[in-house]
């Protein structure tokens, strides 16, 4: 009962902020894609992205509704990504699934992508989409999950790919390597990345604690990070480590930044329809990273 009404209230949060976004007649129209699809019940199908690339799915496997509802709009950081972009950044899109993120990304003047993606059915229409996109000289993707030790586990494939995590000894799935964010990231020779984005389905904490030898040292200037309760210690920690964390106001150019890191503090005062915590390095900050945006205290 209480699962179902999480899913219930996640669902009314995510209409809501998207009519705030989107306004009402786009999100009737996206709606109506929703209904169409439905009945149609297409093998495959696609959606173009606001921010230009087509994504292409299995259906249902892999169908993004809030996606089809109402494009992705509904996610700022793609527009403060774009305020702040410098020619030639290096990126990471942990949790790649069918490359939203990646296929953004690579719209960025002269970006390099490094994408990771256990699932091999996500990975083989996230190739498909890097082709039909043109991005694949600027994305190298890496089919192994990362977490806080390293060897093999089993990967389990859901019924909603973007759903699937690692699993215990019993599970079924595919056997997939394991790593360390710092581990991988030293062995592929990124001394720096400019954008770490990390979406794996609430095992966000195991990633960063697998990470954070590599954040301790600064070597990545903003973090693009899923919202989640069990996270919400390690913003504190990364906070520690010399991060501010922010959402970002698009009408406003603006980034309101956060300084307490309970929940109500994070989850309940977002200034703006957001999934994903912005977090920044300070020395990036005093660059001049954001010198193009307002900053506020939330």
Known sequence: MKANFGRLKSGLDKLRWGVRVVGA???IRGTARMIAISLRRPKRSEIRLRSGPVLEFDYPRQFPPTLMMFGDLIDPEFAFLREVARAGWVMADIGAAIGQFTLFAATLPGATI??????????ATLRQ???????????????????????EAIFETTERTWMSRLGGANSEGEVVAVRTLTGEFERLGLEHVAVLKINVAGFEPTVLAGGEAYLAKGKADILILLLGLESLPWYGRLASLGYRFFYYHPEERTLYEVTAFDQQAVLDHR???????????GGAIEDGIV????????
């Not at 490094?114 to 990975?123: M, V």
């Not at 039909?132 to 977490?147: E, G, P």
């Not at 010198?291 to 939330?298: C, D, G």
């Open 25 to 27: 007649k786009a999100t």
């Open 114 to 123: 490094h994408a990771f993606e256990p699932s091999s059915l996500n990975i």
């Open 129 to 151: 989409n890097l082709v039909r996109n043109s991005a694949t000289t600027a994305v190298t993707l890496h089919q192994i999950a990362l977490s806080n030790s390293e060897g």
């Open 271 to 281: 200034p703006w329809p957001a999934r994903h915590i912005i977090g920044i390095r």
């Open 291 to 298: 010198a193009a945006l307002a900053i506020r205290q939330l």
